[in-house]
């Protein structure tokens, strides 16, 4: 299934009924959004507590750039670190 919705200017996009009961999205949740290797944005349901805790933990647009930085580096380094 396949869908075309505007953006609004809070670049927002309304995730359609259909879509959210299949992946079991419920209002007031929380999904993860991530791009695919072929620059696809892929929307689905948070795997396990990591997940999670990377979408509560998320820098604020308030953290100073380099601030940001460093906490979307530290992120991403204990997402892929090697165990």
């Given at each position: 299934?396949?869908?075309?919705?505007?953006?609004?200017?809070?670049g927002?996009?309304?995730?359609?009924?259909?879509?959210?009961?299949?992946?079991?999205?419920?209002?007031?949740?929380k999904?993860?959004?991530?791009?695919?290797?072929?620059n696809?944005?892929?929307?689905?349901?948070?795997k396990?507590?990591?997940?999670?805790?990377?979408?509560?933990?998320?820098?604020?647009?308030?953290?100073?750039?380099?601030?940001?930085?460093?906490?979307?580096?530290?992120?991403?380094?204990?997402?892929?670190?090697?165990?």
């Amino acid at each position: 299934m396949s869908c075309t919705y505007s953006i609004t200017s809070k670049g927002q996009i309304t995730i359609p009924k259909e879509f959210r009961e299949q992946l079991g999205l419920n209002s007031g949740g929380k999904a993860t959004i991530r791009v695919n290797d072929k620059n696809e944005i892929v929307i689905t349901n948070p795997k396990d507590l990591a997940e999670v805790r990377l979408l509560l933990n998320k820098p604020t647009f308030k953290d100073k750039t380099p601030d940001r930085e460093q906490a979307i580096g530290a992120q991403l380094a204990k997402k892929y670190a090697v165990n």
